[in-house]
């Protein structure tokens, strides 16, 4: 047998895994036809669901190589404790991204107050789970929300992962609201710095990504659920400009395949710049590896093996094994290496 490619484990900064139970059903024509699928299927989650059904995804990505998951949860405290445990069972580290909810959604989704939302992030971290601020997004929270939460996450050192820029309705609320772009709205409200992360920034304009750039800090961009949802296209050229950190997510999990998110981000740089090699091989990788584990706060995650005799590499020289893997291999190629960390 060909000796395999050791690497180390994608890290998925973005998933909402129980969303993994709308793979395949048609839930309407638009973004927000398609919310409120999500948010019914929401409804439906209990605690046990959540331990066994997330068990099943965590385990359906660590098979394609993710060794650690960002979840992004807004379900409630006993299920998060579920999935905190349905994620070791699986062999993937976990960071909980407790969602602040103020407004919108789903009633299950919502805090009080923010004052219930930092006791709550606080009951987490005091049992011991790795645990990140997000405040949902600009639609479901208001300023002073945004105001603590980013105070909370500075001074404890927390990730702050925030959705930001998905939608162009979103952009034109924030407007009303508050005068302000999303993203220039969290600079505003000290929730930009080199622990935040952007999830999406499709609709950002120049000056919001000039300060993600100036603060230092990320996007996780999740192209397979952005071109399910039809969100639009990521601004890749002007991040890379901008040498902006990119990480990835499944986010909705209509597609588990670091490979594929991998692959999709480049091709589309490619297709919107005209050129070829726009991010290289290495870079690529770590994308999908340290700049979600730092995005994550993650010091270590597994490594995963890669199946050098699989027939996707058939023939490939051995030097160009990484950039066969990212343009032409899918997660088939992963072997289910040892669960240590
Ligand atoms: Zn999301």
Known sequence: MADPLVLPGFVNAHSHTFQRALRGRRTGGDFWAW?????????????????????????????????AVGEFHYLGLPEGRAAAEAAGDAGVEITLLLTAYARGGSARFRQASVGDYLEQVETLRAEGLRVGCAPHSVRACPRDWFEEIGRL????????????????????ECLAEHGLRPIELLAETGCLGPRTTVVHATHADDRELDLLAAHGARVCLCPTTEGNLGDGFAPLMRLRERGVGICIGSDSNVRIDPLEELRELETTARRESGRREVFDTETLLCFGADEGAASLGLERW?????DTGHRSLRGVEP??????????CSAEVVRNASTEA
Request: a negative charge.
């Open 153 to 172: 996450a500075s001074e404890a050192e927390l990730p702050l992962h925030v959705h930001a820029n998905e939608q162009p309705r979103e952009v034109e």
């Open 35 to 67: 919310r409120e699928a999500m948010i019914a299927e929401a409804e439906r989650q209990t605690p046990e669901t959540v331990r066994r059904e997330y068990a099943e995804t965590y385990d359906e990505m660590r098979a394609a190589g993710y060794t």
């Open 302 to 306: 597994p490594e995963i093996e890669i």
């Open 319 to 328: 030097g160009d094994l990484l950039d066969a893997l990212i343009l032409g």
